[in-house]
């Protein structure tokens, strides 16, 4: 344990204050003194240029230089020794003593090499070598290296000799040299090695890597000199930034491995450009705002009375040791990402990136919309306008401001689903082929279609929906309904919001949840299913208070909102034409922002508008810019405080002391010592809030083999396809971009992660735990699912509670958990899992004769229908080989085999199979199968198909056989075997070699026999006397081949049937568990299943993720047992904690990021009538024009169904409605022609 701390206090905490450098007492003198003597070098030459050297051009250019040069000579031989270890010769020499200097030895060399000769008998090597080849010059060269050799090994046993009886004498070692290639003819060797080339610097791979290094490197010298020289740190600081100077090229050199921000082990590449790119981007404002502040014509100064360029801002450079240290930045591409994420989020109203072509795609975009409307709102407001007019260009401008937010809302940040649609429109031959390759491997992907036809419908959609918001929109603001209404619509509008949005998101979220405000036992607004104990039906019944929410959800977004923030822009538009460029850029930022967030979240935009309203009207008056820039400024505020928030709650809940379990006299000694420890997570808890980083390290980004976890992807489909649906009914509660919600079933639990909330649109992923999990997490699933209604306590009594409310201490207890329970009865389509001991049901040697027979004549069932009966019936080679299968008194005697015990044919006196008994038993099968095809086929005793019949009865016996290792007789054996050509292994014996002339006969006959011989076995214990009859038995294997698959779970045939929504499925698995080796018989039915939904506390979930990195990766905590993964009810720390990506957690699934549409969802739909599009239109306007006219005549329309002559009618062509036209009424078709076709 003491080595270990020092190990990471050597390598972890003071190389992160280096930079890198650091002693290794593992590594050699030449290496640590190379370090020491690096990192002095980086320190000490800015400092005494500084110091020395008056601050010019000169000493920038020399600093500069020096560093260029110094970093191309390390690069390049780094690079050129890293190539000879690649494509270098390799030279092995011994540091022996000169053969002069021992004369007294050569008696015992030679004896020692007339020994080893006769050790190696090298005799007839020398004498192959000496005849092989017509002259001498081959036999005595290899001679003469044999006794070389000869001779370096006695050198060797001799210096071992003389090191066992002195130990003050060297032992000569074989060392490797390597030619290192200088010129063309000339190089040098070499006495090193790769790996302590790479203890010494780190390799980079290839030579744009190498040019990047040295650029950065630059980089870092210029910045930091220029700082240097214009004087913005004194005294003791530039010893500090020169410090800061020297650990960030050291980092270049030799990166500090692992980094506290590192996510992975081993070596991360990246890290070592972090730490530069932070000090570049740092230094470069520093100067940039440096030299702004010499401009006496800056665009803005102020801002609410703060002061926005100042020179003071960026100065914490010097602090870069401690922030890496604690891993305050992440590594550099995860910064980009969040920077523009942020970017996004907070002055476009974005909703998230999930990679870096996400982030940059989204920013470029929004920037794009944004210059198109700053170039309509600078032209509007251009010029003063009175009251009583708007311009014609500002109603414009107001229109494409909602057109643009309202389509920008509805797109995700991930391009690929737009992409793949244009690229399927565009380049249609190429998607055809690779949809042509998919069919070939015989798993295509439903998903990505699917996708693709959402977006298709959402893009129609904004078509005709963005025509009309723009015409609305020019309409209302060209109006003056704003400018003459001025105070009361204002005033309307904020109570109408405020209104609304305290019943949609607090008043009906609180009553449906399972606890509403903590105090009451049950939901008060209950589903149809909560009643339930198992889900009845398809769907979820869709209830009165959830169409209100939906309802009231729709005109809080696209009426309420977008006329505050219209009616704000024409409100300020007399002040805005008054002021600079910069307020209408600010103004134009603030309205598409805050019109995104509204489309796409308005969850707490009242609460936004509330502390808006009261903040700049009532406490601070005189502070308030404009109520635009004045709510802008307020959401980003606000966002802030509720993450602020949200991390003191995990931090009282987590470190409550009558959360801890006080297992010694330690705690109650510990906890006061725990005061100033808060006080410094207080201060850590409002720097992450700014930065927006999780709560690490101080409280501590895969799919599995596991074959479960196609339970959890076909669970992220059905999340898929209803989630964002579900949603918008306020199934889940209120949400936002970053919530964690835990799905939580009998024997599935999943932690479900939203990234990206959008306008109908959500992405998630999904992250499954691990059936039977360990003991803490079974201890956390208890805590969840158990109820505490039946609590009676109150402190340290039980005086019970009121009707339908909680007790005292099962509310307190509530109110310290870092989770909430939302739901208790969601339905969700998945699998339900039954499993039968296959051991059991083989248990009786009957059941297995029962197995064999249903075997057996599923291979018959198999054989009649297969499509190449005919050929194989009259094939010349398969006739041949089974000659003797033909004739009766032909005897299968294997004992290994065939067996008494389980073959129904077995003749005992014979001790073997004969033609004739299995005529006996199956010939009546036979007759009947062949009876049912269409065309006839001899099926007498004597027909090719009898004989073809009992040959693969007996080849699918053998290779059970074979399979159970000729121990059929014995129950592990023949589970083994069977389990074997379940899977489809089949060992062909010599004597069935005959089957090769067709596989088919093996792959579409005898492997599904074994398959399907399974499903009639377990059907004999439900319908014992059906399964006997042969007409019973015929219909149920002919269903089931069409409605049931059994397979393995290994089959890629499996996990196609399970994505593509398959009914029922049959598996055999060998289940190897803590000692225990059972055959499980899975069955899977597919229905809805209950799921309870539970929502976690974001922050808790980032910062125990965050200390899992820090402990696991930076700190090296190997223990597998460690506290940080025990079970922690209140903050289901194991849960949480096991559901990060590997190597920090252990999820048995984690799904791809996943985007989930409104459209998809059928009760959503049969509320608004889906999207609307043009063929929706047209289609609304037909029907209701046919119901008119059945009404008013109904002599000219069919009886036939509406919704089917429709139907007919949009898909028929003009000749066929040209036909009809002839036996109908004209007029009435007419119309329908063309108002229907297009």
């Known amino acids: 344990m003491g080595s270990q701390v020092v190990q990471t206090l050597r390598q972890g905490v003071w190389a992160s204050l280096t930079g890198g450098w650091y002693h290794d007492p593992d590594q050699n003198k030449f290496n640590n003194s190379c370090h020491l003597y690096l990192w002095i070098f980086l320190l000490m030459l800015p400092l005494s240029l500084h110091l020395a050297l008056p601050p010019t051009t000169m000493a920038l250019s020399i600093y500069c230089t020096s560093i260029t040069v110094f970093f191309i000579l390390i690069k390049l031989a780094n690079y050129r020794l890293h190539v000879m270890f690649d494509e270098g010769e390799a030279v092995v020499r011994s540091s022996l003593s000169d053969l002069s200097k021992a004369p007294e030895k050569k008696s015992n060399n030679l004896h020692c090499m007339w020994t080893l000769y006769k050790k190696y008998d090298s005799f007839d090597h020398l004498r192959e070598n000496r005849y092989c080849t017509s002259c001498g010059h081959l036999s005595f060269r290899v001679h003469c290296e044999f006794i070389l050799k000869l001779f370096v090994l006695c050198q060797e046993e001799d210096s071992l000799d003389e090191s066992s009886e002195t130990s003050t004498q060297e032992k000569p070692t074989r060392k490797i040299y390597y030619k290192l290639k200088l010129f063309p003819g000339k190089w040098i060797n070499i006495l090193y090695d790769r790996l302590t080339l790479l203890a010494l610097l780190d390799r980079n791979q290839d030579v744009l890597e190498n040019l990047v290094a040295v650029f950065m490197a630059f980089l870092v010298s210029f910045l930091g000199f220029v700082l240097l020289n214009h004087g913005c740190f004194k005294d003791f600081w530039v010893f500090q930034f020169c410090l800061v100077i020297a650990s960030c090229q050291y980092s270049l050199l030799k990166s500090v491995q692992p980094d506290a921000a590192s996510p992975t082990h081993g070596h991360n590449q990246l890290v070592a450009y972090s730490r530069a790119a932070y000090f570049c981007i740092c230094c470069a ?467 479900v992660h939203l990234i990206e909330i959008g306008n109908g649109l959500v992405t998630f992923q999904l992250r499954g735990l691990e059936f039977r999990g360990t003991y803490c997490q079974q201890r956390e699933v208890e805590a969840i699912t158990e109820g505490v209604e039946e609590d009676d306590a109150c402190c340290c009594c039980e005086p019970g509670h009121l009707p339908h409310m909680l007790s005292c201490n099962a509310a307190f207890n509530l109110r310290w958990l870092a989770w909430e329970v939302m739901a208790t009865k969601y339905l969700l389509e998945g699998y339900s899992i039954s499993e039968n001991n296959a051991a059991t049901m083989l248990q009786v040697y009957d059941l297995r004769k029962l197995l064999i027979t249903y075997y057996l004549k599923s291979i018959i069932y198999y054989l009649v229908h297969s499509p190449k009966l005919t050929t194989w019936l009259k094939d010349a080679s398969i006739q041949e080989a089974l000659q003797s299968y033909t004739k009766w008194h032909h005897i299968e005697r294997d004992p290994q085999v065939f067996s008494v015990k389980i073959d129904e044919d077995y003749v005992h006196c014979l001790q073997g199979v004969t033609r004739a008994s299995f005529c006996n038993v199956y010939l009546e099968w036979v007759q009947y199968c062949a009876g049912k095809m269409e065309t006839p086929v001899e099926s007498d005793e004597d027909s090719p198909l009898v004989t073809l019949s009992y040959a693969l009865s007996v080849l699918g016996r053998r290779s059970l056989g074979t399979a159970s290792h000729n121990m059929s007789n014995s129950l592990e054996s023949f589970l083994y075997g069977f389990n074997t050509l379940f899977k489809g292994d089949f060992r062909i014996a010599t004597k069935d070699e005959w089957v090769f002339a067709d596989l088919d006969l093996l792959q579409k006959v005898v492997a599904p026999a074994v398959r399907m011989s399974l499903k009639l076995h377990q059907d004999h214990f439900t319908c014992l006397e059906e399964t006997e009859e042969a007409s019973i038995l015929y219909e149920a294997i002919t269903n089931y081949r069409g409605s049931l698959v059994i397979c393995h779970e290994s089959d890629p045939a499996w996990r196609k049937a399970v994505l593509s929504s398959r009914d029922t499925l049959l598996t055999l698995r060998h289940m190897i568990d803590d000692g225990t080796d059972e055959y499980k018989i899975i069955m899977l039915y597919k229905r809805h299943l209950s799921f309870k939904v539970i929502k976690i506390n974001k922050e808790c979930v980032r910062g125990l993720w965050a200390g899992q990195q820090q402990e696991l990766v930076f700190l090296r905590n190997r223990n597998p047992e460690r506290g940080s993964i025990q079970n922690s009810k209140q903050a289901l720390r194991n849960m949480v904690n096991s559901s990060c990506d590997q190597p920090l957690g252990y999820p048995m699934y984690v799904s791809p990021l996943t985007t989930s549409f409104a459209g998809t969802h059928r009760t959503l739909r049969s509320i608004g009538g889906g999207a609307l599009s043009l063929d929706a239109i047209r289609s609304w306007l037909c029907s209701k024009w046919l119901r008119s006219v059945q009404r008013k005549q109904p002599h000219l329309i069919s009886t036939k169904p509406l919704t089917v002559f429709l139907t007919s009618v949009k898909h028929a062509t003009q000749s066929s409605i040209l036909q009809a036209l002839l036996h109908r009424k004209a007029s009435a078709f007419k119309l329908i022609f063309f108002t229907c076709c297009r």
């Open 285 to 751: 404002l520093i100067w940039l705002l440096e030299q702004l502040l010499r401009r006496k014509d800056l665009p803005i100064s102020t801002l609410y009375g703060v002061t926005i360029v100042c020179h003071d801002a960026l100065r914490f450079t010097y602090c870069f040791p401690i922030t890496f240290l604690v891993g305050l930045f992440p590594q550099i591409n995860t910064f980009t990402i969040y920077l523009l994420e942020q970017i996004d989020m907070h002055f476009f109203g974005g909703t998230a990136a999930t990679s870096l072509v996400s982030a940059v795609y989204s920013i470029l975009r929004s920037v794009i919309a944004l210059s198109l409307l700053y170039g309509f709102c600078f032209g509007a407001l251009k010029e003063p306008w009175d009251e009583q007019h708007t311009p014609a260009l500002f109603s414009g401008f107001c229109g494409l401001l909602v057109v643009f937010s309202y389509h920008l809302s509805r797109q995700s940040s991930d391009p690929s689903v737009l992409m793949s649609l244009i690229k399927s429109k565009l380049m249609p031959t190429l998607v055809e082929s690779e949809e042509e390759e998919e069919e070939d491997i015989d798993i295509k992907d439903p998903l990505p279609e699917k996708l693709q036809n959402s977006m298709k419908e959402i893009l129609l959609s904004d078509v005709v929906v963005c025509s009309v918001a723009y015409i609305l929109t020019f309409a209302i603001t060209a109006s003056t309904v704003f400018l003459s209404l001025k105070p009361f619509v204002t005033i309307v509008l904020y109570a109408l919001a405020g209104t609304v949005g305290f019943v949609t998101h607090y008043l009906i979220p609180q009553l449906r949840k399972h606890h509403p405000w903590l105090w009451i036992s049950h939901p008060v607004l209950k589903t149809k299913e909560y009643h339930q104990f198992e889900p009845r039906g398809d769907d979820a019944v869709l209830m009165w208070f959830e169409r209100l929410y939906v309802g009231l959800l729709c005109f809080e977004k696209y009426v309420v909102y977008p006329a505050i923030i219209l009616s704000a822009l024409t409100n300020d538009g007399f002040a805005l034409s008054h002021r600079k460029n910069c307020d209408v850029l600010l103004t134009t930022v603030a309205g598409l922002k805050l019109l995104r967030s509204s489309f796409c979240d308005p969850s707490f935009q009242f609460l936004t508008l509330l502390f808006t309203l009261v903040f700049f009207h009532f406490d601070c008056p005189h502070a308030s810019e404009s109520f635009l820039l004045d709510f802008f400024i307020m959401s980003i505020f606000f966002h802030k405080m509720r993450e602020l928030l949200l991390k003191l709650h995990f931090i009282l809940v987590y470190i409550a002391p009558w959360q801890i379990a006080w297992g010694s006299a330690f705690h109650a000694f510990a906890q006061p010592f725990a005061v100033p420890h808060s006080a410094m997570l207080l201060l850590q808890t409002l720097l992450t809030t700014i930065f927006y980083t999780p709560l690490a390290p101080f409280l501590g980004s895969c799919d599995d083999n596991n074959l479960n976890s196609i339970f959890y992807e076909y669970l992220t489909r059905s999340l898929q396809h209803s989630l964002c649906g579900d949603l918008l009914l306020g199934r889940w509660g209120n949400y936002s971009a970053g919530d964690c919600f835990i799905l939580a079933s009998d024997y599935l639990n999943a932690l």
